[in-house]
């Protein structure tokens, strides 16, 4: 009489080494998706970045021509994907370089679809703006050329400011985002 053999055989994965497989791609992704959501918005504050440089240059160009700077009084774009207002998190507005002021300054982003709304307000010596927390002088003429979004969608909104004269552009939150 033969011995019965344990049967064992070479195709397929035991119960444990499928859990450690499942435990470890569980930490891995862990530290993975925050990792990503943060590149997410540090890419999407750069867009901000980015076009408030081209915004900066236009302003240049426009004072060297016409010798002030270009007022462009109502926030742009004003309605994204159906909802209206500034953007909520991970909703993107359409630039519609319609509003005479923003085809003026000939400033439009690199793409029709932003995450932020843009604005620039302009004016001439005797009319700084209140409060006056940029330190401007009053002897020159000024812009601030600002954009705001919300980008993960908690509520709190992240603002970019740009001025004359500085090449840093300032943002109200300490990691560049929200």
């Known amino acids: 009489m033969k011995k019965p053999r344990a049967y064992r055989s070479g195709y397929g994965f035991s119960l444990l080494e499928l859990m450690i497989t499942v435990a470890i791609v569980g930490i891995l992704s862990a530290i993975a998706v925050p990792a990503f959501i943060s590149y997410k918005h540090r890419a999407h504050a750069q867009e901000a970045i980015d076009f408030l440089g081209i915004i900066k240059l236009r302003e240049d160009s426009y004072r060297a021509e016409f ?24 909703e993107d507005l359409l630039w519609n370089p319609s509003p005479v002021t923003w085809l003026q ?17 302009a004016g001439p010596p005797d009319a700084l703006p209140a ?11 000024w812009y601030v050329a600002t954009a705001v979004g919300d980008l993960d969608g908690d509520g709190v909104q992240v603002s970019f400011d740009a001025i004359p004269g500085r090449k840093l552009v300032w943002c109200s939150q300490d990691k560049g985002w929200e």
Not at 105 to 121: D, E, I, W
């Open 67 to 90: 010798g002030q700077y270009c007022n462009v009084s109502a926030p742009h774009p004003t309605s994204g994907s159906g909802t209206g207002g500034t953007p909520k998190g991970g």
């Open 105 to 121: 300054l000939g400033a439009s982003p690199a793409h029709a679809r932003v995450m932020f709304q843009f604005n620039v307000v």
């Open 131 to 141: 409060p006056n927390t940029w330190g401007f002088p009053g002897t020159d003429f």
